[in-house]
């Protein structure tokens, strides 16, 4: 994305990006606490609007880098940015006796995705909504990620960053739950942890 915004004249520094764009998040959050699931476009629309005020784009700018964002995601996946931790939480994981999967509300490509990321050796299994068409919050979901475990729903932990649709919907599926929650928008009704790196421990304590 900082690509993108470089290549229409906005000069922005990764780290600033980042934080911009999780701030962006907020408006998903509202939004889905309002009953969306998450995935309609006119709500990715109003978070990409958001995102790009927020990046210094000008209103005049907006549609040209809406476009330009559209056209790279049909091409590129534009969600494939891990942070340099994430193989090191994985292994860690991995050391714990811990097994991975991962769910995914997608549009077909999460298992590519996790590929150009880097991660997908990681993760025994891929369910994508787009793929078996269902999506989170729906029960039926999370139950096919504890079947391809072979485990029960009580010994699974989900993990995921929007309240309603993942921790909500793990916790009425009967899986364990934490909310990855880096504004902390949530600590009060959910068990959360502020970024991945902190998952091994938090587990650990759990145990």
């Known amino acids: 994305m900082v690509d993108i915004l470089r290549a229409e004249g906005i000069e922005i520094e990764v780290d600033v990006f980042r934080r911009t764009e999780l701030n962006a998040r907020r408006v998903l959050h509202d939004r889905i606490e309002e009953g969306s699931k998450g995935t309609e476009p006119e709500l990715w629309g109003q978070y990409f609007t958001t995102l790009f005020a927020a990046c210094g784009v000008h209103e005049e700018q907006t549609a040209a880098v809406g476009e330009r964002v559209r056209h790279e995601h049909r091409s590129d996946h534009l969600w494939t940015f891990s ?5 090191e939480v994985f292994r860690r994981l991995g050391e714990g006796g811990y097994r991975v999967g ?3 509300n997608a549009d077909g490509r999460m298992e590519d995705a996790l590929e150009v990321a880097g991660v997908r050796e990681h993760v025994e299994f891929v369910i994508d909504s787009e793929l078996v068409g269902v999506e989170k919050p729906d029960p039926r979901i999370f139950e096919a990620g504890c079947s391809a475990l072979d485990l029960p729903p009580e010994a699974c ?3 995921g960053d929007l309240y309603p649709v993942d921790y909500v919907g793990a916790k009425a599926a009967g899986l364990q739950a934490v909310l990855l929650d880096p504004l902390g928008l949530h600590t009060e009704r959910a068990e959360t942890v502020a970024d991945l790196e902190e998952l091994p421990d938090w587990l650990a304590r759990r145990s």
């Open 157 to 159: 932990v989900y993990v």
């Open 102 to 104: 991962v769910i995914s």
């Open 83 to 87: 942070l340099p931790h994430t193989s």
